[in-house]
């Protein structure tokens, strides 16, 4: 079946425009996660969706960062007046909530974003 | 807050040589351990997982891991590597805090020379 899938794959964008990055999780998937991956900096939690609740949003790094996900499907993060250092490979993953654990995440192909 | 800690950023062995990657984590409650891997160009994917039962897991391509619930550790081992297993290896743990969020640790690049 189709896995998580991500648009754009790459973004170049003027330092103080906004991006709006996409994110097509795995059918029947519940939570899905966003993070960052820069270089030497692993994958930093951004934010987490599950089902109805209210997200976890204790990873965004500040207020220019925003995301939502409508219909309990597709998720859309937000980067307000970019700047140079949110330069980085955006990642989502979703994965299952509901049964036993451990709810193993599947991981889309990033989004590689570029702020000049 | 869970945090997890990978201790060798970057790792060159040989072909044959034996691999562990340290991880450990700070979280005193029920956790899910995971060992993700990335190879060059590819998206993030499971190599193996940890909820219950034999503390001893075994994942694919001859990958193994061992829980240590005292040592809060979760250690990444491959008693051979080959020149393909070179990627970046990440461990993450998972425990419901009023929700899953799952932490990663900072990732080790792993070079195998053939």
């Known amino acids: 079946g189709a896995g998580v899938s991500q648009s754009p794959s790459n973004k170049v964008t003027e330092k103080g425009k906004d991006v709006e990055l996409r994110c097509d999780p795995i059918s029947g998937h519940t939570a899905l996660y966003w993070y960052r991956q820069s270089l030497g900096q692993g994958l930093e939690f951004l934010i987490y969706?599950?089902?109805?609740?209210?997200?976890?949003k204790s990873g965004l790094p500040s207020d220019r960062f925003s995301a939502e996900r409508t219909g309990g499907s597709v998720s859309t993060l937000t980067i307000q007046r970019t700047q140079q250092e949110d330069s980085a490979v955006y990642l989502c993953?979703?994965?299952?909530?509901?049964?036993?654990?451990?709810?193993?995440?599947?991981f889309g192909p990033g989004t590689r974003l570029t702020v000049t | 807050a869970q945090s997890v800690s990978q201790h060798n950023h970057h790792v060159i062995l040989s072909e044959a040589a034996s691999l562990e990657l340290g991880c450990n984590y700070s979280?005193?409650?029920?956790?899910?351990l995971f060992w993700y891997v990335q190879y060059p160009g590819q998206h993030l994917q499971l190599l193996l997982k940890?909820?219950?039962?034999?503390?001893l897991v075994k994942g694919i391509k001859g990958f193994e891991a061992e829980f240590i619930k005292s040592k809060f550790s979760f250690n990444l081992r491959k008693p051979s590597v080959q020149w393909s297993d070179t990627a970046e290896y990440f461990c993450?743990?998972?425990?419901?805090?009023?929700?899953?969020?799952?932490?990663f640790g900072a990732g080790t690049r792993l070079f195998v020379k053939a």
């Open positions: 979280y005193g409650g029920t956790v899910n």
């Open positions: 969706f599950q089902g109805n609740s209210a997200p976890d």
């Open positions: 940890y909820f219950s039962g034999d503390p």
């Open positions: 993953a979703s994965s299952l909530a509901r049964g036993p654990p451990p709810y193993e995440q599947y």
């Open positions: 993450a743990v998972n425990a419901y805090t009023g929700g899953f969020k799952t932490i």
